[in-house]
């Protein structure tokens, strides 16, 4: 094995390591999201399960996970429901009338 064979097995191995913590975080982001398109068509664990596997396979591709999470984050609020507690938004004021939290 020369030189130049290590420096490219080195240069694969921190690639694969970077995609694979970014596979890590998008997948965890992906729980979040799936929850967020769960609540909106009400409260359905099998709704949650679906969901979970679209966004879970998303996060295997870089970049494609936080994609979803930052377009669909604020996915309750416009459909007037809490993100922390689940119970309908007041149409006027920023905070939640059951937990307080603050929204859009």
Do not use: E
């Amino acid at each position: 094995m020369n030189n130049t064979d290590a420096v490219l097995w080195i240069a694969i191995f921190l690639i694969f390591i970077v995609w694979y913590v970014l596979v890590m975080v998008q997948s965890y982001l992906s729980y979040g999201t799936a929850y967020r398109w769960a609540k909106g068509g009400g409260d359905n664990g099998l709704a949650l399960v679906g969901w979970l596997l679209v966004f879970g396979a998303a996060s295997l591709i870089p970049g494609l996970g936080l994609y979803f999470w930052f377009k669909y984050r604020h996915l309750n609020d416009s459909l007037g429901i809490c993100v922390r507690c689940g119970n309908k938004l007041p149409s006027i004021g920023q905070f939640c009338n059951y937990c307080g939290s603050k929204f859009r």
